[in-house]
């Protein structure tokens, strides 16, 4: 059993549900102190977090990743416990597996293994790990990021341990991803009975004119980097439940998933004036975050030199997917790019990774450092 291997049994056994980090936290910490790591734990409400840094010169190479997990679901239609990591057919298993305590191991072992080569290596290493990322994710990485913003600590590069290899590990890395804005649009009319249309002004009825344009605008036409620009109605709500009662009002939630061929506040103008433009009368509260792209260049040449030279595959670059705690570390790192598993049972019942994945896996992180900092 390699030492990574050893280390992700140890994080999946932990049943770390957002945001209960489970004691994941303490077993890292305690590794990268013998590194000689400062560690400082930032908790911000529930959540844990920590920074971790090595060194004071620059460039700043970072590993991001999260240490909380999503629920199993029915435990009973896993082949086996969800929190017991489980060897089985050439894959271990276990909630966690591959989003992303794998990676995690991954970042410490190729940390040990580099600095026991390079204990006086250029530059610095440093970690950000949260356990609230696949909740609010409010108080996790954000919140960090901030705290170091806030003292003018900056990152040169930073690589995220998301599961994003798609058929085969090493197939695809993340350069970025794409913005997402949502929309809570409530359209008021006025209620009344269904059999007197004259006394009544339907907002399901006012609504579908503007709804269906914008399902048809083109919002943009993407770029090199990304696809275009999409908007989707998720959720449409409205009635008493009676069928012979007109609402007074019908909400309904959408969302963009964006390029940086557009802005948030181009999409929000164009939006409004849609709506302007069919003369609703409503209220629209907007929830949005920000796109992140890092084209090529030291950190993407160097991590897809070291993916070919471990998994012998040479990645596409993407920014397909949702949104990931990039776009946080985008705002102080200029160089962001997402690597790990495969993601095929990310989120799903027996989650898991590939056991002759995990050490090239952590050869790549470690072959990284190398270009960059030995």
């Known amino acids: 059993m390699t030492a990574t291997l050893e280390l992700a049994k140890q994080l999946i056994a932990r049943r770390s549900l957002t945001p209960d980090d489970a004691g994941c936290q303490e077993i890292l910490i305690a590794r990268l102190e013998k590194l000689g790591f400062t560690v400082e734990k930032m908790r911000f409400g529930a959540v844990d977090n920590f920074w971790a840094r090595r060194g004071h010169a620059r460039p700043l190479v970072v590993f991001a990743g999260h240490t909380d997990v999503v629920p199993s679901g029915p435990v009973e239609q896993w082949l086996s416990e969800p929190f017991t990591p489980t060897i089985r057919d050439g894959h271990l298993y276990g909630r966690g597996a591959a989003d992303m305590k794998t990676s995690i191991a991954a970042f410490i072992v190729a940390l040990e293994e580099f600095i026991a080569a390079n204990p006086d290596h250029n530059g610095s290493i440093g970690l950000i790990i949260t356990s609230d990322e696949e909740g609010v994710a409010v108080d996790g990485t954000v919140k960090v990021v901030e705290a170091l913003k806030a003292r003018n600590e900056r990152l040169d590069y930073c690589i995220v341990g998301e599961p994003t290899s798609n058929k085969v590990v090493g197939d695809m890395v993340k350069n970025g991803r794409r913005g997402s804005l949502s929309g809570r649009l409530i359209v008021k009319g006025v209620q009344g009975h269904i059999a007197y249309p004259h006394l009544v002004r339907n907002p399901i009825h006012m609504a579908a004119p503007a709804i269906a344009e914008l399902a048809n605008t083109v919002w943009d036409e993407g770029n090199e980097y990304f696809p275009p620009t999409s908007f989707q109605v998720s959720n449409i709500h409205g009635g008493t439940g009676a069928t012979n009662v007109v609402p007074g009002q019908v909400e309904i939630l959408f969302n963009f998933r964006y390029s940086t061929a557009s802005t948030e506040q181009s999409l929000r103008d164009r939006v409004h004036a849609i709506l302007d433009r069919h003369g609703l009368e409503y209220e629209l509260e907007w929830e949005s975050g920000?796109?992140?792209?890092?084209?090529?260049?030291?950190?993407?040449?160097?991590?897809?030199?070291?993916?070919?030279?471990?998994?012998?595959v040479t990645p596409e670059l993407s920014t397909?997917?949702?949104?990931?705690?990039?776009?946080?570390?985008?705002?102080?790192?200029?160089?962001?790019?997402?690597?790990?598993?495969?993601?095929?049972?990310?989120?799903?019942?027996?989650?898991?990774?590939?056991?002759?994945?995990?050490?090239?896996?952590?050869?790549?992180?470690r072959r990284t450092l190398e270009k960059l900092l030995a």
């Open 290 to 312: 920000k796109p992140y792209l890092t084209p090529r260049g030291d950190l993407v040449d160097a991590i897809s030199a070291a993916i070919e030279e471990c998994f012998g």
């Open 320 to 365: 397909s997917g949702g949104t990931s705690d990039g776009r946080f570390i985008a705002d102080i790192c200029p160089q962001v790019v997402e690597f790990g598993p495969l993601n095929a049972t990310i989120h799903k019942l027996n989650e898991c990774v590939g056991i002759a994945d995990i050490e090239p896996l952590k050869d790549t992180y």
